[in-house]
Nanobody, 123 residues
Framework: QDQLAESGGGLVQAGGSLRLSCAAS????????MGWFRQAPGKGREFVAW????????DYADSVKGRFTISRDNAKNTVSLQMNGLKPEDTAVYYC????????????????WGQGTQVTVSS
């Protein structure tokens, strides 16, 4: 099981940028897809972005398409989220997560989570 640690959050004005990083410890990082999620005050956790194990495929929530970019560096066991054109509604705690696999090896639920990093976007 991987241990994840997010970093890079902070306070930024609307229209600004932040780059979040997630460092993983574990020997199987490179064979798992990864995702970024966020949770705003009073709201449930929502999907933000996903990247395949190889980094060849990506997916984004409609709310962040064109503004956020997910990437990974398997040699360094890291996954990043570049956030541009930030809006106040992006304010949330951001989490990275490891996507598990079912007994056949197909992608399944997210089974490992970091502690989160706070992103606050001011008006």
């Amino acid at each position: 099981q991987d241990q994840l640690a997010e970093s890079g959050g902070g306070l930024v004005q609307a229209g600004g940028s932040l780059r979040l990083s997630c460092a993983a410890s574990g020997r199987t990082f490179s064979v798992h897809a990864m995702g970024w999620f966020r949770q705003a005050p009073g709201k449930g956790r929502e999907f933000v972005a996903w990247i395949s194990a190889s980094g060849g495929h990506r997916d984004y929530a409609d709310s962040v398409k064109g503004r956020f970019t997910i990437s990974r560096d398997n040699a360094k066991n890291t996954v990043s989220l570049q956030m541009n054109g930030l809006k106040p509604e992006d304010t949330a705690v951001y989490y990275c997560a490891v996507q598990g696999r079912d007994p056949y090896g197909y992608p399944s639920s997210y089974n490992s989570w970091g502690q989160g990093t706070q992103v606050t976007v001011s008006s």
